[in-house]
């Protein structure tokens, strides 16, 4: 298993950006993918984008497409969202998240989470 530490929430202004970092240790050679969701106050967390481990490809969720990109550095242990043109319907805890062995796994281990606030 990994263990996750996402960082680089805060409060911005309608149309900024942020950064997110997940920083990630431990065991990850059964890792299929790491993924960001988001989770606003009484609504279901909701999915935003994808890594493959192997590869490197990435997928999003359509309400973020074109806005958010999703990226690694192998180097510094560490998975990237970074987020433009934000809107205040972006407010929520924002996760990162380990998927493995295989695309039809869950996503298993979870980091705790960091605040993003989008003012109008």
């Known amino acids: 298993q990994v263990q996750l530490v996402e960082s680089g929430g805060g409060l911005v202004r309608a149309g900024g950006s942020l950064r997110l970092s997940c920083a990630y240790s431990?065991?990850?050679?059964?890792?299929?993918?790491m993924g960001w969701f988001r989770q606003a106050p009484g609504k279901e967390r909701e999915f935003l984008a994808a890594i493959r481990w192997s590869g490197g490809s990435t997928r999003y969720a359509d309400s973020v497409k074109g806005r958010f990109t999703i990226s690694r550095d192998n180097a510094k242990n560490t998975v990237y969202l970074q987020m433009n043109s934000l809107k205040p319907k972006d407010t929520a805890t924002y996760y990162c998240?380990?998927?493995?062995?295989?695309?039809?796994?869950?996503?298993?281990?979870w980091g705790q989470g960091t605040q993003v606030t989008v003012s109008s």
């Open positions: 998240a380990e998927q493995r062995p295989t695309a039809l796994s869950d996503f298993g281990s």
């Open positions: 431990g065991r990850t050679f059964s890792t299929y993918a």
